[in-house]
């Protein structure tokens, strides 16, 4: 369907030769619901300076042609902000032990491929490969049942990230700003983490 499809792996600081574009991405898929977010170039090259300063920090792009339309990230939780590392070290987890997964975007006409199921593979194998992680994780954003911006007949993630083996945690959570679609003034924003054993036990 999309013959052009490629993909490149970067690590590290390799990641930002990508920042831009991912940053662009992140804008154009973040706008929808349920984030809502009104989102800056400038603010995103700042934030995903992160990972670039990361060794371990991972990211996984697609392209078509030479247009990035999906990527995904992650990066241990020790070299994450205070925001998202706080829920964890208050509950007593050892965040030298956790691997935490950042965006996995795609633009809508390249869904439904599978290639949401390659970036948790492509993540986790990463996660995996230092021999070290016992746990991986995420966060969503919580959004009140009867919001005034949800379309009709949206369907959460929760399906397909219980399928994948993850479990929602309702007592970790974070609470990240920005502002929503429209606005100038970031708003406080309930998200709440899913974790799943690196290698659970059968």
């Known amino acids: 369907m999309f013959p052009n499809l490629t993909f490149v792996a970067k690590r590290g600081p390799e990641i930002a030769s990508v920042i831009e574009n991912l ?12 984030y809502l977010y009104e ?20 990211l996984f792009a697609v392209y078509d042609g030479t247009e990035m339309v999906g990527a995904t990230t992650c990066i241990p939780l ?28 795609l633009l ?32 969503a954003v919580e959004r009140t049942e009867n919001h005034p911006s949800k379309p009709q007949g949206y369907r959460p993630n929760d399906v397909f990230w219980t399928k994948r083996g993850y479990q929602k945690e309702p007592a970790l959570q974070s609470t990240f700003e920005w502002p929503d679609i429209g606005q100038t003034q970031s708003t406080p924003k309930k998200m709440v983490y899913w974790c799943r054993l690196l290698n659970p036990q059968p």
């Open 39 to 58: 989102g800056t170039l400038d603010y995103e090259k700042e934030y995903l300076q992160i990972y670039t300063k990361a060794p371990r920090s991972f």
């Open 108 to 139: 809508p006409a390249y869904r439904g491929l599978g290639l949401g199921h390659r970036f948790f593979d492509e993540r986790e194998a990463q996660a995996r490969s230092f021999g070290t992680y016992k746990m991986t994780c995420f966060c």
């Open 78 to 105: 020790a070299d994450e902000t205070a925001d998202v590392r706080l829920p964890f070290e208050k509950a007593g987890f050892d965040i030298n032990t956790i691997f935490y997964f950042g965006e996995s975007i």
């Open 23 to 34: 940053g662009k991405l992140r804008i154009a898929v973040f706008r929808d619901y349920p």
